[in-house]
């Protein structure tokens, strides 16, 4: 099922609201929200844009996978904000920065009230700064990320004193 009719409740809108809003009839919108019609093409394009979320999010087919999602949210963010623009090299130190706030939570944890929060914000921060950087340089972050899991999915070792120590190939 997809997820129009969530989506509009979100944004706190009326199906007239709507239909004006993409320019299609309130009936299609009741349609498309009991599932009697598919979204097809570029109606599909114009909610998933409206809505600042994909087409298969919207159409209900990615429900456990949201990367994309955050990853075209934060994009859409920093674009508007004219962060694409920005000196890749500024945003290297921001991402240095994020990191070490990671470092903090973990070497000095009584000065936050709520450690965990403080430690997935720091992560999240890290990864956003991570994705901008992308963004700057014209690489596709999902890329990057595809290009180091095939570096490391095959790789080989064992965990020494807490820490994994990858095996050195012999020639």
Known sequence: MNRLRELRKQKKLTIIELAEKIRVTKVAI???EHGTREIKGS???KLAEYFNVSIPYLLGYDTDNTLTDLIAKINKWAIS???DKGNPKIEWMKITEEVGEI???FLKPHDFDDKELALK???GDSIVTLVVLCLQLGYDFEECLKI???NIKD???KMIDGNFVKEVKKR
Do not use: S
């Open 81 to 83: 904000n004219g962060l």
């Open 30 to 32: 009741i349609n498309w």
């Open 43 to 45: 109606y599909a394009k």
């Open 148 to 150: 180091a899991y095939n």
């Open 155 to 157: 790789r080989k070792g």
């Open 121 to 123: 914000d720091a992560i």
């Open 103 to 105: 470092r903090d939570v």
